[in-house]
């Protein structure tokens, strides 16, 4: 397994992907993660239905190995099967220093909030309750140790395997297959239908598109992973 070098300005600046998997393999990814998803939903819906109480900390554990399938997905099918690099997914630092790295996270925070914000004040001046996104509900954070788990999920691993997964792996392979901006609006639609969450779908979208743009452009999920991060610690924030 050889390591790719790092791409260099023009090549960052155009796009340009080349990874071992294909569009067929980001498919078959996303549908054993879907699959996977749907699978633990109506497991814990039955379960929670059974209980006279939720159980302490059964919602983390269920987000938590949704997160690990996502990532044993993506090594299975682009390291395992198609012999890819670490770095081909994103996992090195693309040969830029930390603080643009940091810099690069700070600017794709700054969009999606900002992103957020319009479409907030948009829905609330037209009134459009529905479309009204709600916070994490605090009860999901749970209490003490349960607490510092979920939101360590929410903060840290979920960031994690998300760009792994989306950006990574699935942007890279619509990209590869289909052009750099028809790839980058699947994938980021892709993204935005799996948070499941009709209130956010576009915001999400749009985060989706800014990480996606992130990613291209540097050739590194560290920049994303830290503005994902970002992001989701000020939802928890607003939930506490």
Same mark, same amino acid.
């Given at each position: +397994?050889?390591?790719?070098?790092?791409?260099?300005?023009?090549?960052?600046?155009?796009?340009?992907?080349?990874?071992?998997?294909?569009?067929?393999?980001? +498919?078959?990814?996303?549908?054993?993660?879907?699959?996977?998803? @749907?699978?633990?939903?109506?497991? #814990?819906?039955?379960?929670?239905?059974?209980? &006279?109480?939720?159980?302490?900390?059964?919602?983390?554990?269920?987000?938590? $190995?949704?997160?690990?399938? +996502?990532?044993?997905?993506?090594?299975?099918?682009?390291?395992?099967?198609?012999? *890819?690099?670490?770095?081909?997914?994103?996992?090195?630092?693309?040969? #830029? /220093?930390?603080?643009?790295?940091?810099?690069?996270? *700070?600017?794709?925070?700054?969009?999606?909030?900002?992103?957020?914000?319009?479409?907030? @004040?948009?829905?609330?001046? $037209?009134?459009? &309750?529905? @479309?009204?996104?709600?916070?994490?509900?605090?009860?999901?954070?749970?209490?003490?140790?349960?607490?510092?788990?979920?939101?360590?999920?929410?903060?840290?691993?979920?960031?994690?395997?998300?760009?792994?997964?989306? /950006?990574?792996? $699935?942007?890279?392979?619509?990209?590869?297959?289909?052009?750099? #901006?028809?790839? @980058?609006?699947?994938?980021?639609?892709?993204?935005?239908?799996?948070?499941?969450?009709?209130?956010?779908?576009?915001?999400?979208?749009?985060?989706?598109?800014?990480?996606?743009?992130?990613?291209? /452009?540097? /050739?590194?999920?560290?920049?994303?992973?830290?503005?994902? *991060?970002?992001?989701?610690?000020?939802?928890?924030?607003?939930?506490?």
């Amino acid at each position: +397994m050889i390591d790719q070098e790092p791409p260099t300005t023009n090549e960052r600046s155009r796009g340009r992907l080349s990874v071992p998997w294909g569009i067929t393999d980001a +498919m078959i990814g996303f549908a054993v993660v879907a699959c996977g998803s @749907l699978a633990s939903l109506l497991a #814990l819906g039955h379960l929670l239905g059974s209980l &006279e109480r939720q159980p302490d900390g059964i919602t983390a554990v269920v987000l938590f $190995l949704l997160q690990i399938l +996502m990532v044993v997905t993506v090594w299975f099918l682009a390291v395992k099967w198609r012999g *890819a690099s670490l770095s081909s997914l994103g996992l090195g630092t693309g040969g #830029l /220093r930390w603080p643009k790295i940091v810099g690069w996270a *700070a600017l794709a925070l700054g969009l999606s909030i900002v992103a957020g914000l319009v479409y907030q @004040l948009i829905v609330t001046g $037209l009134g459009i &309750e529905s @479309l009204e996104p709600s916070p994490v509900p605090e009860r999901l954070l749970g209490e003490g140790v349960v607490r510092a788990f979920t939101v360590g999920i929410l903060v840290v691993v979920g960031p994690a395997a998300e760009e792994i997964f989306f /950006r990574g792996f $699935l942007l890279s392979a619509f990209v590869q297959g289909i052009g750099v #901006l028809p790839g @980058l609006i699947v994938a980021s639609a892709i993204f935005a239908i799996a948070h499941g969450d009709f209130t956010v779908l576009l915001p999400t979208f749009a985060s989706g598109v800014v990480l996606s743009w992130l990613y291209l /452009r540097t /050739r590194s999920l560290w920049p994303g992973f830290l503005a994902h *991060a970002g992001q989701n610690s000020l939802a928890v924030t607003f939930a506490v």
